[in-house]
Nanobody, 114 residues
Framework: VQLQASGGGLVQPGGSLRLSCVASGSLDSRNVMEWHRQAPGKQREFVATVTSGMSTNYADSVKGRFTISRDNAKNTVYLQMNSLKPEDTAVYYC?????????WGQGTLVTVSS
């Protein structure tokens, strides 16, 4: 399984970005897709998750600002990030869990700064 994340960049506080992550390879229809992030000098942390059945869950720090969604036909998961704050600055990673295996994509950098 390969995961390709994109959509990061520089944005001002209060702005928005949408991240995408496309999965390819040996895919199973039963899976969980997630976004995690790692800020400079900090441990990687959970951001949001969406199951193949469209159930979602969010870290408290992003609830009400971020929305995770997926397009199963395109094997793609999205993270819509609104009302961005400087503390959202991090490398964002997508993760796929299927058949008890965990697959990580490469990160995409999000920088929130004026």
């Amino acid at each position: 399984v390969q995961l390709q994340a994109s959509g990061g960049g520089l944005v001002q506080p209060g702005g928005s970005l949408r991240l995408s992550c496309v999965a390819s390879g040996s895919l199973d229809s039963r899976n969980v897709m997630e976004w995690h992030r790692q800020a400079p000098g900090k441990q990687r942390e959970f951001v949001a998750t969406v199951t193949s059945g469209m159930s979602t869950n969010y870290a408290d720090s992003v609830k009400g600002r971020f929305t995770i969604s997926r397009d199963n036909a395109k094997n793609t998961v999205y993270l819509q990030m609104n009302s961005l704050k400087p503390e959202d600055t991090a490398v964002y990673y997508c993760r796929r869990v299927q058949n008890n295996y965990i697959h990580w994509g490469q990160g995409t950098l999000v920088t929130v700064s004026s």
